[in-house]
């Protein structure tokens, strides 16, 4: 049975793929940091126990520990999904943004470039890369990054296709668009506008706080994402793919969605806030992922509006 390693295993894209993979096979080796926050590892709780998943405590802020673990399991495909990934946040820790999610990247290449029979890599890259380039965005267009985060993605971007060119590993990045689920974290303005219809709703909130409502996103599931990571290391040949849905709507066309679910009108509960704006924001994200759908056959199969309904009555169930 094919062995992946995943890190960022506790995360929401982490979290689905083990689930994918174990669907497809695999044994998956978890790496999660050591963290005092208990809730941190709940989404892989259901998977403990599984005689196909196990959790090993490791952190690309330590390239030794990463090292260590990549000889220790000799996995076939290596996922690095860990980063620390909220862009707002990325403005107020720009150092340790650029260290776990830019030179995160470089410790596990340079942990692979030395294992007998090197793994292949999936490197998760990400629209913020491409800044206000035009939309639609697709795999030839210029990164002009304005955030921490998108810089240090981008930083890992290039190493990882430097790696594959100067060392011929098997590297593919996935430049994914926004994917969103009910276990996104609640800081994401798509959970975060959900939790609050349903919470409105429910009398346990009585208003919501937002910066930019004119700020458009290509939003998909990533359930679907996690499928294209997979699909990239099953080709023949690395190359890096665009992962998106090719239609972007507007935070506000989000708020209308989600409180539609609950029968509201989002108008008489959102509030602007001037504090919840970025210092730099990107207009609008829209990807074009021809190449995907060509050469990989992917096809996301969750629409916004579906997507958006699935989170609002996740938060409904939980209260």
Not at 10 to 17: A, I, K, P, R, V
Not at 201 to 215: F, K, S, W
Not at 249 to 264: M, Y
């Amino acid at each position: 049975m094919p062995l992946a390693l995943i890190t960022g295993v506790t995360g929401q894209d982490g979290s689905y793929l083990s689930d994918f993979l174990i669907e497809k096979g695999y044994h998956v080796v978890g790496i999660k940091r050591r963290s005092s926050n208990l809730e941190a590892a709940s989404r892989v709780d259901h998977l403990h126990g599984h005689p196909r998943f196990k959790m090993r405590y490791g952190d690309v802020c330590d390239g030794s520990s990463m090292t260590r673990l990549l000889h220790e399991y000799e996995p076939d495909e290596v996922y690095n999904l860990a980063a620390q990934s909220h862009v707002g946040v990325s403005f107020e820790l720009p150092e340790y943004t650029a260290d776990a999610t830019g030179m995160g990247a470089l410790r596990l290449l340079e942990g692979i470039r030395t294992m007998q029979r090197p793994a292949r890599f999936y490197q998760a890259s990400t629209s913020e890369m491409f800044g206000n380039e035009p939309a639609p965005q697709d795999e030839i267009d210029p990164f002009r990054p304005v955030s921490p985060y998108g810089a240090a993605k981008v930083f890992a971007h290039n190493t990882t296709v430097a790696y594959r060119d100067a060392y011929g590993l098997y590297a593919s990045c996935g430049i994914l668009f926004n994917h969103e689920s009910p276990r996104r974290g609640e800081t994401f303005v798509t959970r975060k506008v959900c939790r609050a219809a349903a919470r409105i709703e429910a009398g346990r909130q009585t208003g919501l706080e937002l910066g930019n409502l004119d700020a458009k996103r290509d939003w998909g599931h990533a359930k679907d994402y996690v499928r294209a990571m997979w699909l990239m290391l099953q080709q023949d040949t690395p190359r890096d793919y665009v992962i998106a849905t090719g239609r972007a709507h507007s935070v506000r066309d989000l708020c209308r969605v989600a409180f539609d679910c609950v029968n509201l009108d989002w108008r008489d509960y959102v509030v602007l806030r001037e504090q919840h704006n970025r210092p730099v924001d990107i207009d609008c994200l829209c990807g074009d992922a021809s190449l995907a759908r060509s050469v990989l056959g992917w096809e996301p199969s969750v629409t916004f509006e579906e997507l958006i309904a699935e989170m609002v009555d996740a938060e409904r169930a939980a209260l």
